[in-house]
């Protein structure tokens, strides 16, 4: 494999090192889910650099703290990388790769210290709200990030999970208020979801009974923030600066376009599938993860021609039915971070760097657009895919051209 990706010299150079034919195995694993060749090139040399530090053994384990200890090693060889943020970048890969690499193999100790005591229960908690409810990923993702994170903050309290007492469960919302990182919604999002975790536990003799019941989530009032969309000069500069034809241009602007177009969620654009594009109808199918219902929309000029140039010219083959895929390997279906990153980084790049900037700025962004423009608020609500009038009302607030013509009235005799 070694010989695939250097010239001979550097080839020997790796085929003489340490546990040569399993780095050569995973490099072979690499290649089959898409990397490229530079790809190769820098996990190979990464690899060689690790088991130079660490020297590991077929039959031993190394301990993620031990890899980011050589990744401090390494990241300053006799003070040559002077540059810091490149030997932060530098180090964050240098430790992926071997972490990919070790875990491929086995060796990778992940040391029951790495999750808190009740992990175990979390997981079982998982299984039951994915095999029993039938609950969406998003929900369950969200459920079990909130029982780990009180059960992380617990383990330093030494508390165990059949004596934990409602005075614990406050204590935890309290401080999530106290630090001031969390909003009041998140606040209010956390404690609901602990909620379900409690009743479980209690149902299987886990905990004491009535905790869930006396969990009391802080007020939230579901309009009382203004949604933080994007300015539409902004959007229109967004679009722009994706029109190159590199194949991550091609494939983030026909992201971009269907995030701007039809105002969908995260989860939707990560839904798609080849087999929602009806080409001859001209429709788009979507499935909407939060309400879990199915919208059909009409595909637009332009949201088609980017979805189809990137299709046409960049989509690989052979790794299934979505729509979107990652750019670098390994190649797999974009998900809901990954978009967020790509919104994120898009409009870092033209000079947005402060307010949301995440996937939920565009879907604000275009409700604005269609309030400013106009239109009702039913229609808007359908456009969105709400279920409900009330939670499309709130862009209501936000109608800063009406505001405008009223604050310019000469209000003079009425006061």
């Known amino acids: 494999m070694f010989e695939e990706i250097f010239f001979p010299r550097t080839a020997a150079k790796h085929r003489a090192a340490p546990l040569a034919e ?5 490099l072979r694993h690499l290649k089959e889910t ?3 060749r530079s790809t190769l090139r820098k996990c190979a040399s990464d690899h060689l650099n690790l088991v130079r530090l660490l020297n590991p053994r077929e039959d031993g384990q190394i301990s993620i703290h031990g890899i980011e200890a050589a990744a401090t090693i390494w990241s300053r060889p006799k003070g040559r990388r002077s540059d810091e943020a490149a030997t932060a970048k ?5 430790i992926g790769h071997g972490i990919d690499l070790l875990r491929f193999l086995g060796w990778v100790d992940e040391a029951k210290g790495n999750h808190h005591p009740h992990h175990d229960e979390v997981r079982i908690f998982e299984g039951w709200l994915r095999n029993e409810r039938g609950l969406s990923e998003t929900t ?3 459920y079990c990030r909130a029982a780990d994170h009180f059960f992380i903050w617990l383990a330093a309290r030494g508390t165990a999970l059949d004596a934990i007492q409602m005075s614990d469960v406050d204590d935890a919302i309290a401080i999530e208020r106290g630090r001031g990182a969390w909003k009041r919604r998140t606040i209010h999002d956390y404690a609901q979801r602990l909620r379900p975790f409690f009743a479980f536990a209690a149902e299987r003799g886990w905990c004491r009974t009535g905790l869930a019941a006396g969990i009391m989530a802080p007020r939230f009032m579901a309009d009382e923030t203004v949604p933080k ?3 539409r000069e902004d959007v229109v500069r967004l679009l722009a600066s994706v029109q190159a034809d590199r194949p991550v241009e091609k494939r983030d602007r026909a992201i971009l376009m269907l995030f701007v177009a039809y105002g969908l969620r995260a989860g939707e654009v990560a839904g798609l599938r080849l087999d929602d594009l009806d080409w001859e109808n001209e429709t788009v199918r979507v499935r909407c993860p939060k309400p879990g219902r199915t919208h059909v929309w009409p595909l637009t000029p332009a949201v088609g021609h980017a979805i189809l140039r990137y299709i046409t010219d960049v989509r690989p083959t052979g790794h ?3 729509l979107f895929f990652t ?3 390994p190649i797999q279906s974009v998900g809901r971070k990954t978009l967020g990153k790509i919104v994120h980084d898009r409009l870092a790049g033209i000079g947005i760097v402060t307010g949301r900037r995440g996937t939920h700025a565009l879907r604000h962004a275009a409700a604005q657009h269609l309030l400013d423009q106009g239109m009702s608020m039913k229609v808007i609500g359908d456009f969105l895919g709400h279920s409900d009038p009330s939670s499309t009302a709130i862009y209501a607030k936000v109608n800063l051209t ?4 009223v604050a310019a009235l000469d209000l003079e005799g009425l006061a």
Do not use: H, V
Request: include cysteine.
């Open 140 to 142: 369950i993702d969200d």
């Open 327 to 329: 750019s670098q390997a």
């Open 34 to 36: 898409g990397a490229c």
């Open 90 to 94: 530098a180090r964050s890969r240098f």
């Open 229 to 231: 969309g994007i300015k």
């Open 402 to 405: 009406a505001l405008r013509e």
């Open 320 to 322: 299934g039915r979505s």
């Open 22 to 26: 399993p780095r050569a195995r995973y």
